[in-house]
């Protein structure tokens, strides 16, 4: 079986405590988000306004956990926020998150629900398994909306592939253009990680949670997943 994606020895050296839930989805189709996820991602906003009520999210325990990650690995996490923060932080500011697509929408959704971030990845552009590991700095990231590649700085958390094109940068603070999920995106990696202390069990529920939303609003779709830990590093699917 091909390996897809993998954690690096020496991150899980540094990082013993990440969980990280993987789905390869193939024979999907996206497109607008359909009324009846639409309606399901707006009730899913106003229940986590209603859950988080009063509690600031700097003692969210996922978010906390994943503030000490960025501080481990020298970004700032009041600067580069996870991607699970900066969504809950637009809808706790300004009420709501706007829709992007149906795969975006799906995984933005499960993401609010268990203060997790949840990254759709595009394979189009990938050569070879992703991995998750430290920059040495010589890899190439292309930012959301631009098409010039930057470095990313050395020694923080990157999804690269083998031919060194990033697809993250500060492990789970923004993913590249080539990697957003498009309209006519058939084939994606999609990831739900996690530091807390009840990582594993979130991070499993958020991966049902994922595979049930692909199943009803992307019928026909083919998934395969997987819950990776230091103990399972490395996703791998079969061959058709």
């Not at 994606?5 to 024979?27: E, H, M, N, Q, W």
């Not at 932080?89 to 706007?98: A, C, E, F, N």
């Not at 009840?198 to 819950?227: F, I, K, T």
């Amino acid at each position: 079986m091909p390996t897809l994606f993998r954690y690096d020895t020496a991150l899980l050296d540094r990082f013993p405590t990440i969980r990280g839930g993987v789905i390869l989805a193939r024979a999907l189709r996206n497109g607008p988000t359909p009324p009846a996820l639409a309606a399901a991602f707006v009730a899913e906003q106003r229940a986590t306004l209603a859950r988080l009520s009063d509690t600031p999210l700097s003692e969210v325990p996922s978010l906390v956990a994943w503030r000490r990650a960025f501080s481990a690995f020298g970004v700032k996490p009041t600067q580069y926020r996870s991607a699970a923060e900066a969504l809950l932080r637009r809808l706790t500011k300004h009420g709501d998150i706007p829709s992007v697509n149906l795969l975006v929408d799906l995984g933005n959704l499960v993401s609010i629900r268990y203060a997790l971030p949840v990254a759709v990845f595009d394979l189009r552009a990938t050569t070879g398994p992703v991995t998750v590991c430290f920059a040495t700095g010589d890899e190439r990231f292309t930012d959301l909306g631009t098409d010039e590649a930057v470095p990313p700085d050395p020694g923080e958390v990157i999804f690269v592939d083998e031919a060194g094109l990033v697809s993250a940068r500060r492990w789970c603070w923004r993913q590249s253009d080539q990697s957003a999920a498009r309209e006519d995106t058939a084939e994606a990696l999609i990831t739900v990680e996690g530091h807390h202390a009840n990582a594993e069990e979130d991070v499993r529920a958020a991966l049902a949670d994922l595979q049930a939303l692909l199943g009803e609003y992307v019928p026909g779709a083919l998934l395969h997943s997987d819950l990776l830990s230091p103990a399972n590093p490395v996703f791998s699917v079969p061959t058709d």
